[in-house]
């Protein structure tokens, strides 16, 4: 009996049936519309589309690595020279003949010899004696397609630099109301680079993260640029019209430099090659090379300890202390404002919260104007003791801020009627005297929790 061979031959449109093993003829259905890559690569097929650049291509999406929907590589031509943070686009076309660009932006680029499989056939291929291909691979990070379709760039696709429409669209311009585009710096080609204001004022988010190597400024002093971008440029005046409440504060906590920002700075001329750059790139910014310091700016900083009557003086030696102003707070204003919070470093730990909301309570509740002073002195009173003439004073912040304020209610007093303090020291000394249990003017009480607190 011969056996019966059920398998087609090589090259046969015949397959067996999978249960009686009998070959039959079946039609083989290509997956792909029109061709493939080996014959018509529909999807970088592009002549006829819109949009599409009419210059030589940077490069194409690598085909030996995955393109997918968040990153792909790409092999650099080698008559560009692609550079990080540039704007790049690639276009594909749909099944529905509809053409959808990628919008990307240059993260990394690195090089290579291909054919080079080990250290020493570095040697070998540089005197010729070991065929190679030097290549470049960018790596593209996409930050948009438009339209809004969420597929991946199509392998062996060319890419652009994004120029003119696309690179609004990949700065999504095209997204931005008129006028609220506000240029937040330089990418490494001298191109401007924008945020819309709606990001900033509230309208559409109220935020900034500036990230940076630490302790050489860089953070800083990005902060310092993009407010003078918003209050000193044209571009920020746009941006902001309507909006002339807006202001900045800055806290300077690493020296002195902050404290002189309305200040011309030495190096900003042509002479320093700092200086000149910066000038080449503020040309860019805001079409002018000097665009001087901020205009607008008031300079506050800590009094220096003064006797109580006298005017108070800055204590800064990095300018005229006749146009900077003094601040602190006296002892009427920190109690009536409830400011003992910021005293402390860090409330959270243990039970130092619960503490301070009631001592800030008591406080206020102890606290009357001093009679005859302008300087906010205050004259602590036992609002329980049976000093003649002391209304009952709430026990609520609400209303003892409220009676504090008001002084038809709370009205001065005189400093035989209880402990006169007129400076942080003097009240350091008085909260000392009342939550430390050992001091002969103790008077708040220890309840079960351990930090009770009674007037």
Same mark, same amino acid.
């Given at each position: 009996m011969t056996e019966q061979n059920t398998f087609p031959p090589a090259g046969s449109d015949v397959s067996p049936d999978p249960v009686t093993g009998v070959a039959a003829?079946?039609?083989?259905?290509?997956?792909?519309?029109?061709?493939?890559?080996?014959?018509?690569?529909?999807?970088?097929?592009?002549?006829?589309?819109?949009?599409?650049?009419?210059?030589?291509?940077?490069?194409l999406v690598d085909a030996s690595t995955d393109a997918s929907t968040q990153t792909a590589n790409v092999i650099v031509d080698d008559a560009v020279d692609l550079t990080l943070d540039t704007f790049v686009m690639s276009p594909q076309r749909l099944v529905d003949d509809s053409v959808l660009f990628h919008y990307g932006i240059v993260t990394e680029v690195s090089g290579r010899i291909e054919g080079a499989e080990m250290a020493t056939d570095t040697a070998r291929l540089a005197a010729s004696t070991l065929p190679g291909q030097r290549f470049r691979r960018a790596e593209v990070t996409w930050i948009r397609t438009h339209p809004e379709r969420y597929l991946p760039p199509s392998s062996g696709a060319p890419i652009w630099v994004a120029a003119d429409t696309h690179r609004r669209r990949a700065l999504f311009l095209d997204k931005m109301a008129d006028g609220e585009a506000i240029p937040i710096g330089l990418d490494m080609n001298d191109e401007l680079v924008f945020l819309p204001y709606s990001f900033l004022n509230g309208d559409r988010g109220a935020h900034v993260s500036i990230?940076?190597?630490?302790?050489?400024?860089?953070?800083?002093?990005?902060?310092?640029?993009?407010?003078?971008?918003?209050?000193?440029?044209?571009?920020?005046?746009? +941006?902001?019209v309507g909006s002339s409440h807006d202001r900045a504060v800055v806290f300077s906590v690493k020296g002195s430099d902050l404290?002189?920002?309305?200040?011309?700075?030495?190096?900003?001329?042509?002479?320093?090659?700092?200086g000149a750059d910066a000038m080449a790139q503020w040309e860019l910014l805001v079409g002018r090379a000097n665009p001087g310091p901020f205009t607008d700016v008031g300079v506050?900083?800590?009094?220096?300890?003064? +006797?109580?009557g006298h005017d108070p003086v800055a204590d800064i030696s990095v300018r005229d202390r006749g146009d900077t102003?003094?601040?602190?707070?006296?002892? +009427?204003?920190?109690?009536?404002?409830?400011?003992?919070e910021y005293v402390f470093d860090d409330l959270e730990s243990g039970q130092l919260s619960f503490i301070e909301q009631v001592v800030r309570l008591q406080l206020l509740r102890w606290a009357w104007p001093l009679?005859?002073?302008?300087?906010?002195?205050?004259?602590?009173?036992?609002?329980?003791?049976?000093?003649?003439?002391v209304p009952s004073v709430p026990s609520t912040w609400e209303s003892a801020a409220r009676q504090f304020r008001t002084h038809k209610v709370r009205n001065p007093r005189s400093a035989v009627d209880g402990l006169v303090v007129e400076d942080l020291d003097g009240l350091v000394e008085f909260v000392s005297g009342k939550v430390t249990e050992s001091s002969r003017r103790f008077a708040f009480e220890v309840g079960v929790s351990g930090v009770g607190v009674r007037g």
């Open positions: 003829e079946v039609e083989f259905v290509p997956l792909t519309r029109v061709g493939d890559v080996t014959g018509e690569d529909r999807r970088n097929h592009l002549e006829g589309l819109d949009g599409i650049p009419g210059g030589d291509p940077v490069g990230s940076g190597k630490s302790g050489v400024a860089t953070k800083t002093s990005y902060a310092l640029f993009l407010l003078y971008m918003l209050f000193e440029s044209d571009w920020g005046t746009t +941006a902001r404290c002189v920002i309305d200040k011309p700075n030495n190096r900003f001329h042509a002479d320093d090659e700092i506050y900083a800590p009094a220096e300890e003064a +006797a109580p102003h003094p601040y602190g707070w006296s002892p +009427a204003r920190l109690v009536e404002a409830g400011l003992l009679e005859g002073d302008d300087n906010g002195r205050i004259v602590f009173i036992n609002p329980e003791g049976q000093v003649p003439s």
